[in-house]
């Protein structure tokens, strides 16, 4: 049987991440029933997505605790939140009939449910590997630790480098990922493996590239809530330059929720109005299907240790993109070809998306597509079962 939980993020936060990695995992082991325990709302999300999937009937879901205390605060070392983690856990390891061979997978861990996760590798004689996914709380290793030094102990970079028994491996979505966390912490990158981030398909059906034509105008998206690590900063910049130049030929939008608190006016540029309350779903893919390229102005200190959602949605949607030349990008680029333009800087992007207005070329927008297709195949659930069984399979002989 293989346990599969969600014990940081509730409601809709990463609810389509999550249910196609959870197909990932059904198809990897098809003879292996899967038991998935999220918070009640965040289970329903996962349980509408994975609906249509072929493995559907084989999961079943069951209510966690609910991870609202202290949620997106990760750095914080809690040892109320580490109770209710090693709670959850024990409950989930409850249901299971002795004797009966066990896989836990964590979709996302804090640094206590990592250590709660090992103790109980050392007590229950049935788990046979553990898989601790790693997410953008990864940066976690480079920022602030606490003072305390009990706390200290107990923080992410001590909980990647304790001694934890073997079947206990962590999951990163990149190799890029994986290189530069083995970079800064060795001994915590000799233990990480790589599952790519996986897309879902059925949410693509009808959102592919608006037929190529030269006439305006161009759209140009952001994906994902207006933050600075995403960018929203260059966006915006961008935006107004090649407002100033281009005027109606081209459009910006943001795709995802713009903070209420944040100053409203460089947001006039945008051909919509804010999205305070956050898109639904189905208003999100509406939109993204709507864009003809998507600008990818990542910052480059954060998502050296996280992967990227938007990138992930830009292949779903085989969306070009116009990015920063980051590891996670250029990693892609390399394999695929031309899925766009790296650039190195605001200058570059800028005149980029000249280029495209400018000069739009049909052939090369056929080859970006096909590049695009093929990206997008590579991160397809059933591709990836088989190289995910083959990685279960070698690092945890005890299960595979």
Not at 12 to 36: D, Q
Not at 327 to 334: R, S
Request: with cysteine; hydrophobic share 50%.
């Amino acid at each position: 049987m293989i346990l599969i939980l969600e014990m940081t993020w509730r409601g809709r936060a990463h609810v389509p991440g999550n249910a196609a990695t959870i197909e990932t995992i059904a198809r990897a082991f098809p003879g292996e029933r899967l038991h998935v325990f999220a918070e009640r709302t965040h289970l329903d999300g996962l349980r509408a997505l994975l609906a249509p999937a072929p493995a559907a009937e084989k999961i079943g879901f069951f209510p966690a605790a609910d991870p609202a205390y202290l949620q997106g605060k990760t750095h914080i070392v809690s040892a109320r939140r580490a109770a209710r983690e090693f709670a959850t856990l024990r409950r989930a390891l409850a249901g299971v009939p002795a004797g009966e061979r066990l896989f836990l997978f964590l979709l996302s861990a804090t640094s206590t449910a990592i250590f709660a996760a090992s103790l109980l590798a050392r007590l229950d004689r049935r788990i046979a590997g553990i898989h601790i996914g790693l997410h953008g709380n990864l940066n976690e290793i480079t920022g602030w630790r606490p003072r305390n030094p009990l706390a200290r102990a107990f923080d992410l970079r001590s909980a990647l480098t304790a001694r934890h028994p073997p079947c206990v491996r962590f999951l990163v979505l990149e190799e890029a990922i994986r290189r530069e966390l083995a970079r800064i912490l060795p001994r915590a990158g000799a233990r990480a493996d790589v599952l790519p981030l996986p897309i879902n398909l059925g949410e693509a059906e009808g959102g592919d590239a608006p037929a190529f034509a030269p006439a305006p105008p161009w759209r140009f998206g952001l994906i994902g809530q207006a933050t600075r690590d995403k960018g929203i900063e260059v966006f915006l910049e961008i935006a107004r330059r090649m407002k100033a130049r281009f005027g109606e030929r081209v459009e910006f939008y943001v795709i995802g929720m713009i903070r209420q608190e944040l100053d409203q006016a460089p947001f006039a540029v945008l051909a919509h109005e804010p999205d305070h309350g956050g898109l639904t779903r189905e208003e999100f893919t509406a939109r993204l299907a709507a864009m003809h390229i998507i600008l990818m102005p990542l910052a480059p200190g954060y998502y050296a240790l996280s992967a990227s959602g938007a990138v992930v949605d830009a292949l779903t949607f085989r969306k070009p993109m116009i990015g920063f030349r980051l590891p996670i990008l250029a990693d892609l680029f390399a394999r695929f070809g031309d899925l766009g333009t790296l650039v190195d800087g605001v200058d570059e992007m800028a005149a980029a998306i000249a280029r495209e207005v400018e000069n739009p070329d049909p052939a090369r927008n056929e080859a970006r597509q096909a590049a695009l297709t093929a990206a997008r195949a590579s991160r397809a659930p059933a591709h990836l079962a088989a190289g995910y069984a083959a990685l279960v399979a070698e690092k945890f002989p005890a299960f595979g």
